[in-house]
């Protein structure tokens, strides 16, 4: 079956970076639309960035826009999440996602989750403070 396992979340200070991974197996993902996700405590997941089958189709929530950078490399079935000048307001676990993409689906419909996400990681918690 398909399984998503993410890595890298930690305490950073703000102003910090961290750099998230999610690898793949069970399936080779180069068909999927993949993305990243947060949740903070008391709030609901909601969509931060995703990617399309390559790095020039990607889309990033207003909130993290100029922070982060999403890519992926297909050959290792691997999608990373580079995320600098960190917040406190960033503090939350941190999911990875993958959707089977079609000609109909862009990064902005998985992220806003206009569509069904049917496989998740187990996600990771990014924590932000001095």
């Known amino acids: 079956q398909l399984q998503l396992v993410e890595s890298g979340g930690g305490l950073v200070q703000p102003g910090g970076s961290l750099r998230l991974s999610c690898a793949a197996s069970?399936?080779?993902?180069?068909?999927?639309?993949r993305g990243w996700f947060r949740q903070a405590p008391g709030k609901e997941r909601v969509g931060v960035s995703c990617?399309?089958?390559?790095?020039?189709?990607?889309y990033y929530a207003e909130a993290v826009k100029g922070r982060v950078t999403i890519s992926r490399d297909n050959a290792k079935n691997t999608v990373y999440l580079q995320m600098n000048s960190l917040k406190p307001e960033d503090t939350a676990v941190y999911y990875c996602?993958?959707?089977?993409?079609?000609?109909?689906?862009?990064?902005?419909?998985?992220?806003?989750?206009?569509?069904?996400?049917?496989?998740w990681g187990q996600g990771t918690q990014v924590t932000v403070s001095s």
């Open positions: 069970g399936f080779t993902l180069d068909n999927y639309a």
């Open positions: 996602a993958a959707v089977p993409a079609t000609i109909l689906i862009v990064p902005k419909t998985m992220c806003l989750m206009r569509i069904k996400i049917g496989s």
């Open positions: 990617i399309l089958r390559s790095d020039d189709n990607t």
